[in-house]
């Protein structure tokens, strides 16, 4: 019977010190289970972040550089197009014409080594070729030389 009364008087000085128990408890399963913040100013934070990662992500993997195309086409009717992403850029080359035409293309993107590759078009079909950074880049010149394919 003793140990009955200092067990209350043990719950007793617990609830003055921490609070009721049932409190107590509703923040453990709060913690535990990981249920919303209730206090105001870390909602506002949490949005304030989340609104900042959307508006500011796309400027940050925007292109930050720019493309110029020498193009060397022969006569030959060849669509360019570059699609510059962070990292890499992609040239798509288009083959409008009727038999089958040979591409050199030669990177130049300082301070990065100069790269080189040659793609061959099918008539009416588009190819691309994927240069990608090994470094910064400020500004990529592409050098396209185009000229019919031989059988």
Not at 46 to 58: F, G
Not at 62 to 68: H, K, R
Not at 81 to 96: F, H, P, R, S
Not at 115 to 143: H, L, M
Request: charge should be neutral; include cysteine.
């Amino acid at each position: 019977m003793i140990s009955v009364g200092f067990a209350s008087l043990w719950r007793f000085m617990e609830e003055m010190d921490h609070g009721s128990l049932r409190l107590r408890d509703v923040e453990r399963a709060r913690v535990v289970h990981g249920a919303a913040d209730r206090r105001p100013g870390r909602l506002i934070g949490a949005a304030i972040a989340l609104v900042s990662i959307v508006l500011v992500a796309p400027a940050a993997l925007a292109q930050t550089y720019t493309v110029e195309v020498n193009p060397t086409l022969n006569g030959l009717d060849v669509k360019i197009e570059t699609v510059a992403m962070t990292g890499m850029l992609v040239v798509k080359l288009t083959n409008d014409t009727d038999q089958k035409v040979r591409c050199k293309l030669r990177y130049d993107a300082s301070p990065q080594t100069p790269y080189r590759s040659i793609v061959n078009i099918d008539p009416g079909e588009t190819e691309q070729n994927v240069f990608n950074a090994q470094r910064k880049w400020f500004a990529v010149a592409v050098e396209v030389e185009c000229e019919a394919a031989k059988p």
